[in-house]
């Protein structure tokens, strides 16, 4: 039977397989912008075309998460049911929640800077086109990454992942080689990183941390007024969720300091139909809900750490069945 270090790097290798053919892909069609019309061509057919490549290698990234993360548990002398992730919420919209199609048009921006400032045209298409393969790259890694996450989520035994850095890398990444996370930590990485994550499973035998909730039932009433003031505490005594009660204080419940997306939000989105409060905009084509759709990342940061809350979350905005 393979090793937990040889099923993650098995893993790593076909998810740089995808987001290395999207970023060839990418280029092909990068060179064939006409260089007098930048915006009319990319809007007539490269844009789309760059798109849907991007958008279809991040659907097979994410498609990879459940059997990944079944092989690992067993690796790991553990067994799962792979979880139901909806693949299709990761592909076609960018890690930080705006749609992909905005985010693959920054190299199209780029080259206009470029000109305006005096650089070749030459030039200016190679850094526009080296752009574009970088955000082609690193979006269909980031959609593996967050499926993975998610797919983490929905199982108690996964407690903690490390990270895994394939050689060669940068320096930043190097002294993170091995570096163990909580489950709900984000992935920090810079552009171009394809560093992978690989889950620890947790077998029967061994006890599982404590949650939030756990922790504050251990905690006095003086040790629960100090850490969430006394009116804070004395919502969640009465039962209010300590991660709302938590953002709250911090102010991460404005629109300003929170990651959303609107990606699936439509009524033809499952994200849409499951929200509802379904409406109408000026210049859209169709209903789309009125309640913002957090990103995973921002859903890790709403539970603060209540694995049962994210699991609510994630089902609430349509990234798990």
């Given amino acids: 039977m393979a090793t937990a270090e040889q099923v993650a790097q098995a893993h790593y290798r076909r998810q740089k397989a995808l987001a290395s053919t999207a970023a060839v892909a990418a280029a092909r069609q990068w060179d064939l912008l006409d260089r007098d019309r930048l915006t009319e061509s990319w809007q007539a057919g490269v844009g789309p075309a760059v798109v849907t490549a991007t958008t279809q290698a991040q659907l097979a990234a994410a498609q990879q998460a459940p059997a990944y993360l079944e092989e690992l548990a067993e690796a790991q002398g553990g067994s799962i049911t792979a979880p139901l992730l909806i693949a299709s919420t990761f592909a076609g919209v960018a890690s930080d929640g705006r749609p992909l199609a905005s985010l693959l048009f920054l190299p199209v921006l780029l080259v206009k800077s470029l000109l305006r400032d005096g650089i070749s045209l030459l030039e200016a298409f190679r850094r526009g086109r080296s752009m574009l393969t970088l955000l082609t790259s690193t979006q269909v890694a980031d ?123 439509t009524v033809r989105g499952l994200a849409g139909r499951r929200l509802g409060e379904l409406k109408k905009q000026r210049g859209e084509r169709y209903r789309r809900s009125q309640i913002p759709r957090p990103t995973p990342e921002q859903i890790y940061k709403d539970a603060a750490g209540d694995r049962e809350l994210a699991i609510q979350l994630l089902k609430r905005f349509a990234y798990i069945v």
């Fill in 143 to 265: 959609a593996g990454r967050a499926a993975v996450s998610v797919g983490m989520t929905t199982e108690r035994r996964w407690v903690t992942y490390i990270r895994t850095v394939t050689l060669p890398a940068c320096g930043r990444c190097i002294i993170l080689a091995g570096k163990e996370y909580s489950w709900s930590t984000g992935f920090l990485r810079h552009p171009r990183c394809d560093c992978g994550m690989t889950p620890r499973f947790n077998t029967d035998s061994s006890p599982l941390p404590p949650n939030p909730a756990e922790l504050f039932r251990n905690m006095t009433p003086e040790q629960q007024n100090k850490a969430f003031t006394n009116a804070g505490a004395a919502a969640i005594r009465d039962g209010a969720d300590i991660g709302q009660v938590v953002n709250a204080r911090r102010g991460m419940t404005t629109a300003a300091g929170r990651s959303i997306t609107t990606e699936g939000t």
